[in-house]
């Protein structure tokens, strides 16, 4: 084949993929978006994306410098694979909690493949719900900042939540998620506010996080698989939990996670795996926490299977959920209580596997203590507090 015959082939085939073809970007300015902070630019988003769904070329939506006011918008039904949002702006949510408090989510997105979220920050503007909700009155549940659900290869690096109403970002049903470089901040007495909740995915990664919140820094529910989480800074907050769990009497469990490489300060948990006390299919299994630093953290290492808040629905039952093959090596620092390290585990369903390696927590300088119930397991190196499994 001569030279001129091979540009003729390359020509026809970048021809049959438009995907080879330029990229285009979409400017919610032009589109009717005003960065004044004050201005709805909900439909603005909106026809960009339609914009952008619509065309046969990756595509861009930019949001320049500004604050745009957003009451609230679902992304869907998109064709397009290759969708980036570029975010030099901030994204603001109404202030007034009724308007959106009963939403799912603020900003969703649903059943969209190949969409990447860069930079920007997102804010929520929670705290007068928060002040509602701490005031015992009937409050609104408040919306999710942030949703994905039943997506696929989604990427978020670089943005920064605030002060979210209830959950900053959830990710639901999704396939190859990657999360990195976001930033989460709310008040650490901020109601539900968790940072990262992953629930009905799998292949989710989050890396070189920092969450500061009122609730769990990074949550994982139901149905979670194959989850990596690696160096993350988690304070104030409630820690990384596996859980809640065994909340429905049908539940898929949670297996193949790592959390690694993290720094949990003042925190009331450190690495938790919990589940409601009463019946239920659920699993927690093959979970390993991994290079994990503790400052004044009130439950550095805990397994809660009798969690019933309220003392409703579940007084006098046990937990289904079967916890196995936990594995928690090379972690240290101190404990803000005496017992740094607590396993209170199921009756019904023991935990097994439970594979402590190289741990040195003590509190107020000395060593601290651990305490079992229902845990079985080994421990290997340097351990302190002294293992209580059996």
């Not at 918008?73 to 909690?97: E, M, Q, W």
């Not at 949703?147 to 209830?166: A, E, P, R, V």
Request: with cysteine; net charge positive; hydrophobic share 35%.
């Amino acid at each position: 084949m001569g030279f001129n015959s091979m540009i003729l082939v390359f020509i026809v085939v970048v021809g049959l993929c438009p995907y080879w073809a330029a990229a285009v970007t979409y400017n919610v300015v032009n589109l009717g978006a005003k960065g004044d902070g004050k201005t709805d630019s909900t439909k603005a988003f909106l026809n960009a994306w339609a914009a952008a769904c619509a065309s046969a070329s990756p595509a861009t939506i930019y949001v320049p410098p500004g604050s745009y006011f957003l009451r609230n918008a679902v992304f869907s039904g998109c064709k397009n694979h290759a969708i980036t949002f570029r975010i030099d702006a901030t994204l603001v949510a109404p202030a007034d909690y009724r308007v959106i408090g009963k939403a799912a989510d603020w900003l969703a997105f649903q059943d969209v493949t190949g969409v990447s979220i860069l930079g920007g920050i997102l804010d929520g503007q929670g705290t007068g719900l928060w002040a509602c909700k701490n005031s015992g009155k009937s409050c609104p549940s408040g919306t999710t900042t942030l949703g994905f659900t039943n997506s696929n290869n989604i990427l978020i690096t670089g943005l920064t939540s605030l002060n979210s109403q209830k959950f900053h970002i959830v990710i639901n049903g999704c396939q190859n998620v990657k999360l990195q470089g976001v930033r989460v901040s709310a008040a650490g007495d901020s109601p539900n506010t968790d940072g990262i909740h992953v629930q009905m995915s799998s292949d989710v990664t989050i890396l070189d996080a920092k969450i500061k919140t009122g609730d769990d820094c990074v949550s994982i529910g139901p149905g979670a698989t194959n989850l990596w989480i690696e160096n993350v800074a988690c304070g104030p907050g409630h820690g990384i939990s596996v859980g809640s769990l065994g909340k429905e009497l049908k539940e898929d469990g949670v297996q193949n996670v790592t959390v690694r490489t993290v720094t949990f300060t003042g925190s009331q948990n450190g690495v938790r795996i919990k589940s409601w006390a009463r019946a239920s299919s659920g699993f927690a299994r093959s979970i390993s926490f991994q290079h994990i630093l503790m400052v004044d953290v009130k439950n550095p290492i805990i397994i809660d299977q009798h969690y019933c808040p309220n003392n409703k629905n579940c007084p006098g039952q046990v937990s289904g959920v079967k916890v196995s093959d936990v594995t928690y090596q090379d972690i240290h620092g101190t404990s803000a209580t005496e017992v740094a390290v607590k396993f209170d585990c199921s009756s019904k369903n023991p935990c097994s596997g439970i594979n402590l390696q190289d741990v040195k927590l003590t509190y107020q300088n000395k060593a601290a203590e651990s305490s079992c119930a229902n845990a079985d397991g080994k421990a290997s190196g340097f351990i302190e507090p002294k293992s209580c499994l059996y």
